[in-house]
């Protein structure tokens, strides 16, 4: 079992940067790939970002290539987020997963932990 817990996230003004932390606690998620996933009100969840075990290679929707960075620390057991340029269409409740494979992954079923998820939201 993997227990995660996401924070950091909060309310920023449209431009803006926050960073997103996920500790993973129970056994080691360090070899599987890990992402997040984003759901605005009224919309399914979706895609955002992964890496795959031991960090060795990302990959990330288009709506946040170049503003958002996905990272991991395999000492800590805890994956980032870090979303610069934020716009208000990035509102959204923002969660970890823990991947059933080390590869990355984007569809949703592809992960069988998750956090509680943190909220976002961008102002314009």
């Known amino acids: 079992q993997v227990q995660l817990v996401e924070s950091g996230g909060g309310l920023v003004q449209a431009g803006g940067s926050l960073r997103l932390s996920c500790a993973a606690s129970g056994r080691s998620a360090s070899a599987y790939g890990m992402g997040w996933f984003r759901q605005a009100p009224g919309k399914e969840r979706e895609f955002v970002a992964a890496?795959?075990?031991?960090?060795?290679?990302?990959t990330y929707c288009d709506a946040v290539k170049g503003r958002f960075t996905i990272s991991r620390d395999n000492a800590k057991n805890t994956v980032y987020l870090q979303m610069n340029f934020l716009n208000p269409e990035d509102t959204a409740v923002y969660y970890c997963a823990v991947a059933r494979y080390s590869g990355t992954r984007t569809n949703l079923y592809d992960y069988n932990y998750w956090g509680q998820g943190t909220q976002v939201t961008v102002s314009s």
């Open positions: 890496l795959n075990g031991y960090g060795g290679g990302t």
